[in-house]
């Protein structure tokens, strides 16, 4: 159950990042294309790809997280035995997701407090924006509490994944 | 201020990811202070990522990627060899100079390893090339990649200092070449004992071939030029010029050279996601984390200490060298320049530095690290292509080491070699 939500929800953040990523790429280029060519500067341009970066940010952390691709300094867990290595991953493990839980709180409260504030060029309330934040961390919460119960359930101590 | 520096060190040496250790830290820190509301944590996240400039960081590892798999990669590596593949340690010099044009078209270390270590390093072995040599030279000239325009980590410290991008590429131009001639000196005297004969039978080409070997590569060396050339005639900004030479690398790899899949879209796009997330999650968190360094006045407190112990400005920057080589070697350099500009910046104004010097400084500093054993990320990549030990490749190291630092030690006491092309273009 926990890992079918990870695995879908990982295809979610997946799909609408490749989505945000290429919009960005057009939108960008057709701001240079207007300004220079049509001689009008587009308005919406700079904050719908800056909005999108965040988005990126929070939700490609996610699929980061459940590629183990963060980067960390592993040379010093990797001189512990299999069996500490992995009370070390469980304890690392709990902390995250001490560390996501308060984020995902703070950042729904974030969000809802500026539901009424709206984005200068668009209007999109910010609220709406601020609300990658915790949808994000919520992601990512989801993955490390599945590693986790892989990790608890018997499970040998977790490879690093691989950046790219 | 003792608990955030515990928390993150003993983090940081259970292996849990970098930004997790920042952003846990700060929150650490944040709850120390007491009467803080925790909402400050997902906004000072969402200011830090919220950033024209940054931008630039999908655009430029996407176009990498593309790159990569439309075939420029090889065609620069083929070209490189025309070049300089006939002289003496001929290949180790390929290594070099092809490192220098791949710089050109892009801004990431460990890419430019990967891309420039997978093609380069068999091919060495083949030649007669001891592995550790051909591993060493490809991890060392890597370094390169973000020096030489366009460059991720000079993005990266131009958004925390607050200073022109365009300015701070221009300053990257002559210590990346500057890193280039040092470690081509290297390999050209050590090769040579490892390589006697081979490069004998090896001819030098004749124009014909060099040009129609240059025409090939030219759309991607052409790539470097229209980035800095737009960026510096007013044309576009660092960001636009990152989307569109996306755009470029897509059209010249599907159909000027007609290697790029469209079914390979998917997979090269996700691969850049990762990586930028990676950077990107590692700035939110760093973020929060600047705020508390902001807060807890620790500039302010680092000058005061730091100037009343140390009246030398030579053995100021002396210390701010050596301390960011440690720095390099065990942490990743976006969340190095993002917690340490605003320390060390003030600092280093204060002693007489202009900032884009500093940055100049600062990112060849931190890169030298990545390839710095026993823990530079550059190793483990390079040492993982040719199958060899890390500490094969470490002892292999020292001498491209000893050139990289050299050349740090001019660009830090010489300022003309950085301010030299921005200032020209300043002035006019």
């Given at each position: 159950m926990l890992s079918r939500t990870s695995h879908w929800l990982n295809r979610i953040a997946e799909v609408l990042c490749s989505v945000i990523l290429l919009t960005m790429t057009l939108v960008v280029t057709l701001q240079v294309v207007c300004r220079y060519f049509l001689g009008a500067s587009l308005v919406w341009s700079e904050e719908l790809s800056r909005y999108g970066l965040v988005w990126i940010t929070f939700l490609g952390g996610s699929i980061a997280l459940k590629k183990r691709a963060h980067m960390a300094l592993e040379a010093v867990v990797d001189k512990l035995s299999p069996k500490s290595r992995k009370m070390v991953q469980i304890f690392t493990l709990f902390t995250i997701m001490g560390f996501l839980t308060i984020a995902t709180v703070k950042g729904v409260q974030l969000s809802i407090f500026n539901l009424k504030q709206h984005s200068p060029?668009?209007?999109?309330?910010?609220g709406v924006i601020y609300s990658a934040i915790p949808t994000g961390c919520l992601f990512m919460l989801v993955h490390a509490a599945e590693q986790l119960v892989t990790l608890l359930r018997t499970g040998p101590a977790l490879e690093p994944g691989r950046t790219g | 201020m003792i608990t955030i520096a515990t928390s993150f060190t003993v983090l940081l040496l259970l292996g849990t990811p970098i930004a997790f250790c920042i952003g846990i830290s700060a929150l650490a820190g944040l709850l120390q202070l007491g009467?803080?509301?925790?909402?400050?944590l997902p906004h000072m996240m969402f200011q830090g990522t919220d950033s024209f400039p940054l931008l630039a960081v999908p655009f430029f590892v996407l176009a990498g990627a593309l790159m990569n798999a439309g075939g420029i990669t090889r065609r620069l590596v083929d070209f490189a060899n025309l070049l300089?593949?006939?002289?003496?340690s001929g290949l180790a010099l390929v290594n070099v100079v092809a490192s220098m044009f791949f710089a050109g078209v892009t801004g990431a270390a460990v890419a430019d390893t990967s891309a420039i270590g997978s093609v380069l390093i068999p091919a060495m072995a083949e030649e007669g090339y001891e592995l550790d040599f051909s591993a060493a030279i490809t991890a060392a000239s890597s370094t390169m990649g973000p020096i030489i325009p366009p460059s991720i980590p000079m993005i990266i410290y131009g958004v925390s200092a607050e200073q022109s991008i365009g300015a701070l590429f221009l300053a990257g131009i002559i210590p990346g070449l500057l890193i280039g001639l040092a470690l081509m000196a290297v390999a050209y005297f050590s090769g040579d004992r490892q390589t006697s004969g081979f490069s004998e039978t090896r001819k030098a080409v004749g124009w014909r071939q060099l040009l129609s070997g240059g025409k090939d590569a030219l759309l991607a060396l052409f790539m470097p030029a229209f980035i800095l050339g737009g960026i510096l005639a007013g044309i576009f900004t660092p960001t636009e010029a990152a989307a569109i030479s996306v755009l470029y690398a897509f059209v010249v790899g599907r159909f000027?050279?007609?290697?790029?899949?469209?079914?390979?879209l998917p997979e090269l796009i996700k691969e850049s996601l990762v990586i930028t997330a990676v950077i990107m999650f590692i700035i939110a968190n760093a973020a929060v984390f600047g705020w508390l360094v902001a807060a807890l006045q620790m500039p302010q407190k680092v000058i005061t200490i730091l100037t009343a112990t140390v009246s030398s400005r030579w053995l100021i920057l002396i210390m701010i060298n050596l301390f960011l080589l440690l720095v390099g070697t065990f942490m990743e350099t976006t969340a190095s320049l993002i917690i340490l500009t605003p320390v060390l910046l003030p600092l280093a104004k204060q002693i007489g530095l202009d900032p884009i010097h500093f940055g100049a400084i600062m990112v060849l500093n931190l890169v030298i690290g990545l390839t710095t054993?026993?823990?530079g990320v550059c190793l483990f990549v390079s040492s993982g292509i040719a199958g060899i030990s890390l500490e094969k490749i470490s002892r292999a190291m020292i001498p491209f080491l000893l050139a990289a630092i050299l050349v740090l030690l001019l660009v830090t006491y010489i300022p003309m070699l950085s301010m030299w092309i921005p200032q020209m273009y300043l002035q006019r």
């Open positions: 060029a668009m209007g999109v309330p910010m | 009467d803080i509301p925790l909402l400050l300089v593949g006939h002289v003496r000027v050279y007609g290697e790029l899949n469209l079914r390979q054993p026993p823990l």
